[in-house]
């Protein structure tokens, strides 16, 4: 939390010196007692400069005063409906005296959610990791997928087959799979049958069995979502049988 509070008598270079160093685009001021004075965003140093104040004026005459923050006493749903409100990315969280006691980011809001994790005024939110936020796409031969979320306890992913391509027939040993299908048409085999897919067709892959998704059509993307669940999500615990691509054993 130290990297986002900044006193009222530092100066908007302090300021903007912690946000360069710190990797931060907000800082939350408070006073020597640590109450809460309000808070300061690159925006605000952008727009009190423009006002007429240089780098040497204390932040205290930059800063917002008007501001939405959490009571210490506040639960989940006050935050979620806090964080309604667009405008805000971040909420201090303060006692009854306005003293600091923590602060949450929308971000950090989120990653809770997604985790499971049980939501406290108090909870060390610097100790959330981004990354379940920030999963990249991946390219295969047959299209690419990205994960939507990824924790302890699921990984879920939405998926594209491009016209005419299919996924390697394959099984998991630590994973079981429920495939939602969005968009296009294809055939799914699993074990030894063969169902054609259709959009809002849903089907589980059990631990082990063999399987694969086939877009059959020459000019649509096949959509599908797949949840996983188990106790290993890695790519690695794939097993190949058959594929067009020469992966079989890699």
Avoid at 58 to 68: G, H
Avoid at 106 to 113: A, P
Avoid at 210 to 235: P, W
Wanted: some cysteine; hydrophobic content about 35%; overall charge negative.
């Amino acid at each position: 939390m130290t990297k986002h509070v900044i006193t009222n008598n530092m100066s908007l270079r302090d300021a903007l010196q912690q946000m360069n160093d710190c990797k931060v685009k907000f800082l939350v001021v408070t006073d020597s007692d640590n109450r809460v004075v309000g808070t300061l965003t690159d925006g605000d140093i952008r727009r009190s400069i423009l006002g007429g104040n240089d780098l040497g004026s204390p932040v205290e005459n930059s800063v917002c005063r008007n501001i939405t923050y959490l009571d210490k006493e506040d639960g989940l749903s006050e935050a979620v409906e806090a964080f309604k409100d667009e405008r805000f990315e971040f909420l201090p969280v303060m006692d009854s005296e306005k003293h600091l006691i923590n602060i949450i980011t929308r971000r950090n809001l989120n990653i809770m959610l997604l985790k499971d994790i049980i939501f406290s005024t108090d909870f060390d939110f610097a100790s959330l990791d981004d990354i379940i936020l920030e999963h990249e796409i991946f390219t295969r031969p047959w299209g690419f997928y990205k994960t939507t979320v990824l924790n302890d306890m699921y990984q879920s992913k939405v998926i594209y087959v491009m016209p005419g391509q299919a996924l390697s027939l394959q099984s998991h040993k630590r994973r079981e799979e429920y495939w939602q299908i969005v968009k296009g048409t294809g055939t799914i085999q699993i074990g030894e049958s063969v169902h054609t897919v259709y959009p809002g067709a849903s089907f589980f892959i059990p631990k082990g069995c063999k399987h694969r998704m086939t877009n059959t059509s020459a000019d649509e993307t096949l959509i599908f979502t797949e949840v996983q669940l188990g106790d290993y999500f890695g790519e690695d615990d794939i097993e190949r049988y058959e594929d067009r691509y020469s992966r079989v054993g890699k």
